[in-house]
């Protein structure tokens, strides 16, 4: 069976960044004595300047508030990032080139501290290509995916704070990952510890009710997602689609006209039902194609007042 998840596997470009320079990922190693718990990351992607299931140059997607985001979550692990924001985009931008890509790329840049001096850390921005489920005519966007709400509650930000883009916090995804597929589903929706909405395992959500899209709010054990940020504006000012952020009940989901999920990894993707309970009368539904649609045009850079949201990889 086809694997449904979009969410990005390892494909292991030839090339990454390590700690300054441009290095062949074989060559890319640590010691096994690293404290692996203590890691930070960002997920970005860069897409094709025009069409984003064609070939060329590339721009990165929101590079401004994901690397804030990197610098964010440094502060609550303690980690003090030796490069400037700029340094780590003329690497992301080397790494891009030396793998010569000329299709959408995932960057995935990681930080966690030595083990031989703790003070200091480690930086690698490993990158690879994707398969998008954006693009006109794309058939991996209608696949048919089927969610349920996991058994596992998302960690509480008296715990672990899920704002914090921190490996640790993907031990609870994976966990919620796993009981999906053991029940034979594609994916998992957590609740926070209230029992309201909180996100998927790896992306926000957004429910659709009368034409109105409701997401649940930070304070709802929430990454504070770029995409779904992205979309609170575009929605209501470009679509004429009007937001609400406010506390989303199990039963909204489950008696929605569309779900779907938004992140950098899974953009915008729909979902057909939750707990086998299929949701809306039409799939895709109107909404959700229509915000991929335009999201797809913002990230191709067919919108001129977005284009300030791109920067270009050359
Ligand atoms: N929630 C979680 C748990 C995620 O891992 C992601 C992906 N980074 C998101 C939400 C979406 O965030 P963004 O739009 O910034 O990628």
């Keep these: 069976m086809e694997r449904l998840s979009v969410s990005v596997a390892f494909h292991g470009a030839k090339y990454c960044w390590m700690n300054g320079n441009v ?11 690293e404290p692996i718990h203590l890691g930070i990351f960002e997920g970005i992607k860069a897409y094709v300047e025009g069409d984003v299931l064609g070939r060329g140059r590339l721009n990165i997607f929101q590079w401004k508030p994901h690397v804030d985001r990197l610098w964010r979550s440094a502060v609550i692990c303690g980690l003090k990032i030796p490069y400037t924001k700029d340094e780590l ?3 992301t931008r080397n790494t891009i080139k030396e793998n010569g890509f000329e299709t959408n790329v995932y960057i995935q840049p990681r930080i966690w501290p030595r083990a031989e001096s703790p003070e200091d850390v480690h930086v690698v921005i490993p990158v690879w290509a994707f398969n998008t489920v954006l693009g006109k005519e794309n058939p991996r ?7 349920t709400i996991s058994s596992w509650r998302r960690i509480a930000s008296d715990a672990l704070p899920p704002q914090a883009k921190t490996w640790a916090n993907y031990g609870n995804s994976a966990l919620a990952m796993r009981e999906a597929a053991r029940l034979h589903y594609d994916g998992a929706i957590f609740l926070d510890n209230r029992g309201f909405v909180s996100e998927g395992t790896g992306a926000c959500i957004m429910t659709v009710r009368d034409g109105k ?5 930070v304070s709802a054990s929430i990454l504070e997602s770029v995409t779904r940020a992205t979309l609170l504006e575009i929605l209501p000012d470009d679509l004429g689609i ?8 199990r039963m909204e989901l489950y008696a929605s006209d569309e779900t779907f999920l938004c992140g950098t990894g899974w953009e915008i993707t729909p979902i057909i039902s ?3 309970i299929a949701l809306g009368e039409e799939y895709p539904g109107a909404v959700t194609k229509r915000v991929a649609g335009y999201y797809a045009e913002i990230l191709a850079g067919k919108v001129e007042k977005h284009r300030k949201r791109l920067t270009p990889t050359i």
């Excluded at 290095?23 to 004595?33: I, N, P, R, Y």
């Excluded at 899209?213 to 709010?217: D, F, I, M, N, R």
């Excluded at 937001?243 to 009940?249: A, N």
Aim: glycine share 0%; net charge negative; no cysteine.
């Design 23 to 33: 290095v062949e990922t074989k060559d890319a190693l640590v010691s096994a004595m």
């Design 89 to 91: 985009l003329e690497a």
């Design 141 to 147: 966007f209608s696949m048919k995916r089927r969610f």
């Design 213 to 217: 899209v409701v997401t649940p709010p």
């Design 242 to 249: 009007p937001v609400e952020v406010r506390d989303v009940t």
């Design 274 to 276: 939750i707990d086998d």
